[in-house]
């Protein structure tokens, strides 16, 4: 049994290309997926979002002509007020220890855009877990968070490393489009990260030593299994 530090976006709201503001937040089944799955596997999870604010759900990915199943909203919809205290209440990334953590793990939405790419807690926890080996595993979005660890001089501590993130074509096809105020695939790439691209709304995993990331919602219960697996060798 591990302990699991769930970094959540606490961002209820982006703002766009065009000065517009999109609701946003974490996206329901990844969130759900990762935290269940990790759960029935024995491990703790502690969810944590800057400052400890509340962490909000996504209104789209509980959106019928989003999710396209009732079924699954209902299902997301339960686990969520299962977990609604500690959605509530969650840890401030300020007051984390990293060495008392065994795995970082990311959801998207896309609130990560928002608050986790910027976020210098988090960068500082991303840069020791890594520094130590810790499993970081972000997915769909949640890769922006990656964003915030730079070293003493600017540059990514994810240059050079390979990974997967929502790509650009799916957010121009399928996610804000041209509205979107920036492109996470293409920042990450411009930041120095070897970002491989599987085909749209597909399940696609990458693992690069201690880094798992998963490039969409389809690939939530791949990323999930894949560090559980780690977690386990």
């Not at 065009?18 to 502690?46: N, P």
């Not at 604010?53 to 989003?66: E, F």
């Not at 709304?201 to 999930?224: C, F, K, M, T, Y």
């Amino acid at each position: 049994m591990s302990n699991i530090l769930m970094v959540v976006t606490a961002a209820d709201s982006l703002t766009l290309a065009d000065g517009s503001t999109h609701s946003t937040g974490f996206w329901a089944e990844e969130l759900v997926v990762a935290h269940r799955d990790l759960i029935a596997a024995g491990h703790r999870v502690t969810i944590a979002t800057p400052g400890g604010k509340p962490a909000p759900v996504d209104p789209g990915s509980l959106s019928l002509a989003i999710v396209g199943d009732q079924a699954k909203i209902t299902e997301f919809e339960a686990y969520l007020a299962s977990i609604s205290a500690q959605l509530a209440s969650p840890v401030a990334l300020s007051d984390v220890v990293t060495s008392d953590f065994a795995a970082v793990v990311m959801p998207g939405g896309h609130g990560p855009m928002a608050d986790l790419a910027f976020d210098a807690d988090l960068g500082a926890i991303l840069t020791q877990a890594d520094a130590t080996g810790v499993l970081i595993a972000p997915f769909c979005h949640g890769p922006a968070g990656l964003l915030s660890a730079v070293d003493a001089a600017g540059a990514s501590i994810f240059a050079g490393r390979r990974l997967t993130v929502f790509t650009d074509d799916e957010e121009l096809t399928g996610g804000l489009g041209e509205n979107s105020p920036w492109l996470v695939a293409r920042t990450l790439r411009e930041r120095g990260a070897l970002v491989e691209d599987g085909p749209a709304w597909s399940e696609h995993v990458v693992r690069d030593g201690n880094l798992i990331s998963g490039q969409n919602p389809q690939s939530s219960e791949a990323v999930a299994r894949t560090l559980i697996a780690a977690l386990a060798a």
